[in-house]
C-alpha cells in the first residue's frame, strides 16, 4: 500500500510500517484508534461482549472479518458429547451469537474446526501485513506470518466487533536475533524456552518481537508459529517475523489467501513489508542457539526450564529473596528436591497438542520418535490435533496408527489438556509431559505438575515413563 | 463503568511475583456467560484446601485483610492469560486499586475498563508498602486525578497513568461510545484500503 507519508524515506521496521497502515486517528499524541482486519472469537472470552453488544443495540460492525470456532471447552473423545452444562451453554450460546450478528462459525460440525490459533493460518485468514486480535492471549501465534497479533480481553472483543477497532499505545520494538545453528533435535519450542530461561517471563512488557537471523530463516511456519506463540510467556504481546519464500509457499492456495491469479502482486506488497536496511529497534537481544538443549521445565512458569542433561536448581543459591521463595514454592508445589537430574523425573501423564505445538509437522516429529515403540507401561499418553484438518492429514500419512499402535489415545482437535477446561486433566500430584505453553500451578487440573517439552522430547517420555534426551532415541540424529 | 475519582481503603498484601491469571481465576470457572459473581472463585486454589475449606494460610483470609479493597502485590502481577475474568474478579471481591512494580500488558489494560487501577510504583516503594500492611487495619488513599497516593501519616507518593486511561476512569466512560463518534473516520479508512489493492 503506498504510504501516505510522501517519499521520504525513513527506514521502518516490520511492526512500524504494519502500525503506521492501520493508524485510522490518533486525537492528541493520546493512543491511536487501530484497525482491526481480522477478529478471530471462541466461546470462552466472547460471550460476556456479545451480551454488551444486545444491552447497548449495537451491532458488529464488519463480521465479514470476524470469525468464530470453538476450542477451549470442547471434549476431545467425543466434541458432540458435552456433559459438563455451563460449558454446554458456553458453546451454545457461540453458535446462537455467531447466527444472531452474522459471524462466519466453524462450529463442531464443521471440518474447518480446530484451535483458533491452528485453524486462522491453516484457512489462510491470516496473512502478512494484517492486524489481527482474539480473545485469548496466544494470538501473538499469528505474529509468524508477519502479522501484528496480539491478544486482547472481552472488553476489547466487544470493543472490535462494535467499531473494528481498538485504542491502542504504540509498544516499543525488540529485536530479538537468533544466531548459531540448532543442534538436531532441538526444535523452536526449545529455542523458545530457551530463551525465556534466560531473559525471564517479563522481559518482553511492553514490546514487539521480531524474530530475525539465520535460524528464524531456516525454520518452517510450524516453527515459527511455536516461537511466536510463546513470546507472551516472555511479556510481550506479540512476536513477529518477516514475510519470506516459505511464508508465501505456505499460504498459496489456501481458502481465504489472495487468488492465484493475484497472489504475485501480493507477494511483492508482502515482501516490502520486511525491515528496512538501517531501521533501528528500542531493544536488542542476541541469542545464539548453538549449545542449546532439549528443555524441559521444572516449576511453575515457563522461565524455570532447564536443559534435559540438567538438574532442578537449589533455592538456596538465589541471592534475590522474593526470587527464592517463588522458586521454593514452585518445587514444593512439584514436588521436587534440588539437585535431582531431570532424567530421573518419572512421568504419569504425556500431552501433545495446543496451539503452541499441534500442528502437522508437530506429529510428524513425535510420530517418527514412537514409531515401532511402546508407551511405558502406567503412562497416559494423549495425542491432540490441532484442527481437524491436521488430524485428518494425520490420518492420511498413517500417523495415527503409529501412535495407536504404541498405546497412545488418539483424540479429536481442541485445546484439551493445555488448560484442562474440557474432561481432559491431570489428577492433583501427577506429572504430565506437555507440548503447551504454561506450567502454571492448577493450570492441567489442581494440583497437577506440568513440565512444558517439546513435541520430540514428549513423545521420548512418553516412551521412557521419564524425561530423556530425545536424540538418544532418533535414529536420524545417531549419525551427527 | 463506575468511575473512580478518589478511593480510600484497607491494604492486603500479596508479596509474591509473577502472580498468573491462572491464579486469580482458575480456568474451571471461566464457562460463565455473565460478567458477575467471580469474586467467590478468585485466587480459589490458594484460598481454599482441596476439600473446600478456607486456607488460613493463604495471605487474603487472615483476618485482618477482611475487607480491603487495595491490594499491594510483586512484579509482573497478572501474567499470562488474557481472561477478564482477572479483574472480574478482583472487582467483584471488593478491589479497586492493584499496586505493583510492574504489570502483564493485558491484565493492565483490562483493569480499566472495570473501573479498576493498577498503579505502578518503584520496587522499594512497594517493598514499604508490604511492611506497612503487615500492620492490621492499614489504609491508603489514592487520588487519581493528582496521581497521588497516602496513607494519612506522612507517606505520600505519586504515580502516572497515561491521560486517555485516566479520563476514561475519571468520568467512568463508555469507550465504545467514544470510538463511534470517530464513526466517519473509521469509515474513510475502510474506504480508502479497500480501494488499494492489495490491502495490507
Given at each position: 500500500m503506498p504510504s501516505s507519508r510522501g517519499n521520504t524515506k525513513m527506514p521502518k521496521t516490520l511492526f512500524e510500517k504494519i502500525w503506521d497502515a492501520h493508524v485510522v486517528t490518533q486525537p492528541d499524541?493520546?493512543?491511536?484508534?487501530?484497525?482491526?482486519?481480522?477478529?478471530?472469537?471462541?466461546?470462552?472470552?466472547s460471550p460476556q461482549a456479545f451480551e454488551g453488544l444486545r444491552l447497548t443495540g449495537r451491532s458488529v460492525r464488519r463480521p465479514d472479518r470476524t470469525f468464530a470456532t470453538m476450542d477451549h471447552n470442547v471434549p476431545t473423545d467425543n466434541p458432540f458429547d458435552v456433559k459438563d452444562p455451563i460449558a454446554a451453554k458456553q458453546i451454545t450460546t457461540l453458535a446462537e451469537n455467531c447466527r444472531e450478528f452474522g459471524i462466519p462459525l466453524a462450529g463442531l460440525d464443521s471440518p474447518d474446526q480446530g484451535i483458533v490459533h491452528v485453524i486462522g493460518p491453516e484457512l489462510g485468514l491470516t496473512l502478512p501485513g494484517k492486524t489481527v486480535v482474539c480473545g485469548d492471549s496466544h494470538t501473538s501465534t499469528h505474529g509468524a506470518f508477519g502479522a501484528l497479533?496480539?491478544?486482547?480481553?472481552?472488553?476489547?472483543?466487544?470493543?472490535?466487533?462494535?467499531?473494528?477497532?481498538?485504542?491502542?499505545?504504540?509498544?516499543?520494538?525488540?529485536?530479538?536475533?537468533?544466531?548459531?545453528?540448532?543442534?538436531?533435535?532441538?526444535?523452536?519450542?526449545?529455542?523458545?524456552?530457551?530463551?525465556?530461561?534466560?531473559?525471564?517471563?517479563?522481559?518482553?512488557?511492553?514490546?514487539?518481537i521480531e524474530f530475525t537471523g539465520p535460524v528464524v530463516r531456516a525454520m518452517s511456519m510450524e516453527e515459527r508459529m511455536t516461537l511466536c506463540n510463546m513470546v507472551i510467556e516472555g511479556g510481550a504481546r506479540a512476536g513477529l517475523v518477516g514475510p519470506d519464500e516459505t511464508t508465501f509457499a505456505y499460504v498459496r492456495g489456501r481458502r481465504y489467501a489472495p487468488a492465484d491469479s493475484e497472489f504475485d502482486r501480493y507477494v511483492e506488497a508482502w515482501k516490502a513489508l520486511n525491515t528496512d536496511e538501517g531501521a533501528t529497534y528500542d531493544r536488542v537481544i542476541q541469542f545464539d542457539v548453538s549449545d542449546l538443549e532439549p528443555q524441559v521445565t521444572w516449576g511453575t512458569n515457563p522461565a524455570m526450564c532447564v536443559g534435559v542433561n540438567g538438574t532442578v536448581p537449589d533455592p538456596s543459591q538465589y541471592d534475590n529473596e522474593v526470587e527464592r521463595k517463588a522458586v521454593e514454592q514452585a518445587l514444593q508445589y512439584m514436588g521436587l528436591k534440588p539437585?535431582?537430574?531431570?532424567?530421573?523425573?518419572?512421568?504419569?501423564?504425556?500431552?501433545?497438542?495446543?496451539?503452541?505445538?499441534?500442528?502437522?509437522?508437530?506429529?510428524?516429529?513425535?510420530?517418527?520418535?514412537?514409531?515401532?515403540?511402546?508407551?511405558?507401561?502406567?503412562?497416559?499418553?494423549?495425542?491432540?490435533?490441532?484442527?481437524?484438518?491436521?488430524?485428518?492429514?494425520?490420518?492420511?500419512?498413517?500417523?495415527?496408527?503409529?501412535?495407536?499402535?504404541?498405546?497412545?489415545?488418539?483424540?479429536?482437535?481442541?485445546?484439551?489438556?493445555?488448560?484442562?477446561?474440557?474432561?481432559?486433566?491431570?489428577?492433583?500430584?501427577?506429572?504430565?509431559?506437555?507440548?503447551?505453553?504454561?506450567?502454571?500451578?492448577g493450570r492441567q487440573g489442581r494440583g497437577a505438575r506440568t513440565h512444558l517439552v517439546s513435541p520430540a522430547m514428549a513423545a521420548a517420555a512418553a516412551i521412557a515413563g521419564r524425561f530423556v534426551d530425545v536424540r538418544k532415541l532418533m535414529t536420524s540424529y545417531q549419525t551427527s | 463503568m463506575e468511575p473512580l475519582v478518589r478511593h480510600r481503603g484497607k491494604v492486603a498484601r500479596l508479596n509474591r511475583v509473577n502472580v498468573d491469571t491462572d491464579q486469580i481465576i482458575p480456568k474451571q470457572f471461566l464457562k460463565r456467560v455473565e460478567r458477575s459473581g467471580f469474586g467467590q472463585f478468585l485466587f480459589y486454589d490458594w484460598r481454599f484446601r482441596p476439600d473446600g475449606s478456607i486456607n488460613p494460610e493463604f495471605e487474603l483470609n487472615q483476618p485482618q485483610y477482611s475487607g480491603a479493597s487495595i491490594l499491594v502485590a510483586g512484579a509482573n502481577f497478572g501474567c499470562g492469560s488474557s481472561r477478564e475474568h482477572a479483574p472480574w474478579a478482583l472487582l467483584d471481591y471488593g478491589f479497586r486499586i492493584i499496586i505493583a512494580p510492574s504489570f502483564a500488558d493485558i491484565f493492565y489494560n483490562n483493569c480499566f475498563k472495570n473501573g479498576i487501577l493498577p498503579i505502578v510504583l518503584s520496587q522499594a516503594e512497594v517493598d514499604d508498602l508490604m511492611e506497612k500492611a503487615l500492620a492490621p487495619g492499614y489504609e491508603l488513599e489514592v487520588d487519581v486525578e493528582r496521581q497521588t497516593v497516602t496513607d494519612g501519616h506522612g507517606w505520600v507518593s505519586t504515580f502516572s497513568v497515561d491521560e486517555f486511561r485516566r479520563n476514561m476512569l475519571l468520568k467512568g466512560l463508555d469507550e465504545i461510545g467514544l470510538t463511534l463518534q470517530y464513526e466517519a473516520a473509521i469509515a474513510e479508512y475502510e474506504r480508502k484500503r479497500e480501494s488499494l489493492q492489495p490491502v495490507l
Open positions: 499524541g493520546g493512543p491511536a484508534l487501530l484497525y482491526i482486519d481480522l477478529h478471530l472469537v471462541h466461546e470462552v472470552t497479533a496480539f491478544g486482547i480481553g472481552t472488553s476489547e472483543v466487544e470493543h472490535v466487533l462494535a467499531t473494528q477497532c481498538l485504542w491502542q499505545k504504540r509498544p516499543q520494538t525488540l529485536q530479538l536475533d537468533l544466531q548459531g545453528t540448532r543442534a538436531p533435535g532441538v526444535t523452536a519450542k526449545d529455542v523458545i524456552l530457551g530463551v525465556i530461561a534466560q531473559h525471564g517471563v517479563s522481559f518482553g512488557t511492553g514490546y514487539v539437585g535431582t537430574p531431570i532424567q530421573d523425573i518419572e512421568i504419569h501423564h504425556v500431552f501433545i497438542g495446543s496451539c503452541t505445538n499441534s500442528r502437522i509437522e508437530d506429529l510428524r516429529v513425535a510420530a517418527e520418535v514412537v514409531r515401532d515403540r511402546k508407551v511405558a507401561p502406567g503412562v497416559r499418553a494423549l495425542v491432540v490435533p490441532g484442527s481437524k484438518r491436521v488430524k485428518e492429514q494425520a490420518e492420511a500419512e498413517g500417523l495415527h496408527e503409529v501412535f495407536k499402535s504404541a498405546g497412545f489415545e488418539w483424540r479429536e482437535s481442541g485445546c484439551s489438556m493445555c488448560l484442562a477446561m474440557n474432561p481432559d486433566t491431570v489428577p492433583a500430584g501427577e506429572r504430565c509431559a506437555s507440548t503447551s505453553n504454561r506450567n502454571f500451578e | -
